[in-house]
T-cell receptor, first 113, second 112 residues
């Protein structure tokens, strides 16, 4: 599982509240990603990071921000949650030293009511 | 950016039959093509991948083929078993850029 954990695993929140999801990895991988998964859309990239304090937008970044102050942690923040952000969120890493192989965390199911 | 299309969206086969899932990509610079299997409620798991310098790769009952000219690649599962039932995703990436673009998924149902 490439040493990836996500917290929380499940969260229910109300529209308009801020939410932060955490991705933690223990193997010092340089690249980390946040995806959302919705029926019929596969996995869509929200933001990714290529090093501490180095981040870039993905294809569905509106309404989301990220931070990476340590190699092991990549945080995803919804500043003001909306119902359209109800989804399953997956963190992923690209394994250092194993080419492009990408491995996923266990996921966080977020419901915005 | 890259656009990956995947077909079919659902596939139902009898146990023991073969299953084929196809993907096309738009960016001819893409050179890494992984396939993931996702069981219900679980994370996507990498099952096989292929790089653009190879036309075919096999791992036991699964194989992936790549046609760079036509910009499409396929996943082949032979002798399907009920435990192969899952959602399968293809993806395309450009090596060293580390951005992945996923297809929308194929739900495979293997009937005993």
């Amino acid at each position: 599982d490439a040493g990836i954990t996500q917290s929380p695993r499940h969260k229910v929140t109300e529209t308009g509240t801020p939410v932060t999801l955490r991705c933690h990895q223990t193997e010092n991988h340089r690249y980390m990603y946040w995806y959302r998964q919705d029926p019929g859309h596969g996995l869509r990239l929200i933001h990714y990071s290529y090093g501490v304090k180095d981040t870039d937008k993905g294809e569905v970044s509106d309404g989301y921000s990220v931070s990476r102050s340590k190699t092991e942690d990549f945080l995803l923040t919804l500043e003001s949650a909306t119902s359209s952000q109800t989804s399953v969120y997956f963190c992923a890493i690209t394994a250092s030293g194993r080419g492009d192989e990408q491995y996923f965390g266990p996921g966080t199911r977020l419901t915005v009511t | 950016g890259e656009n990956v299309e995947q077909h079919p969206s659902t596939l139902s086969v009898q146990e023991g039959d073969s299953a084929v899932i196809k993907c096309t990509y738009s960016d001819s610079a893409s050179n890494y093509f992984p396939w993931y299997k996702q069981e219900l409620g679980k994370r996507p798991q990498l099952i096989i991948d292929i790089r653009s310098n190879v036309g075919e790769k096999k791992d036991q009952r699964i194989a992936v083929t790549l046609n760079k000219t036509a910009k499409h690649f396929s996943l082949h599962i032979t002798e399907t078993q009920p435990e192969d039932s899952a959602v399968y995703f293809c993806a395309a990436s450009l090596y060293n850029f580390n951005k992945f673009y996923f297809g929308s998924g194929t739900k495979l149902n293997v009937k005993p």
